[in-house]
């Protein structure tokens, strides 16, 4: 079994994941956020708890009991980890991305193509 890639074969033809689709509960559901928030409270949830967004991708969770029952946090947080990468180690890549190509460039204006004797 495979990490889960969202069917995006699927969601570009228009077709809802697989998982969503043959899900026999219906607790699985794919869809526009404000959408599914919607439902969420047609169904008569108190909660809905929201994952935290990761690249346009969010995670809900709709249900009526308490987030600790559900062994949930009542306000959810990112890894250290992951702020570690998101604030410093991530613009720090971008940065030295950027060097090595300006210097690569520098370096062929400088010293041009070389011929092979």
Not at 2 to 27: F, N, Q, S, V, W
Not at 30 to 47: C, I, P, Q, W
Request: proline residues 4%; hydrophobic residues 40%.
């Amino acid at each position: 079994m495979g990490r889960c890639h969202l069917c995006y074969d699927r969601i570009t033809e228009g077709i809802a994941p697989a998982c969503a689709k043959t899900c026999p509960t219906g607790a699985i559901r794919h869809g526009e956020r404000e959408k599914l928030l919607e439902m969420a409270r047609k169904a008569g949830h108190e909660k809905v708890y929201r994952v935290v967004d990761h690249e346009g991708f969010d995670i809900l969770y709709a249900f009526n009991d308490t987030l600790k029952v559900s062994g949930l946090d009542e306000k959810p947080e990112l890894p250290e980890t992951v702020v570690f990468w998101q604030r410093l180690l991530r613009p720090f890549a971008y940065a030295s991305l950027g060097f090595a190509v300006a210097a690569f460039q520098l370096y062929s204006l400088v010293f041009g193509r070389r011929q092979m004797k």
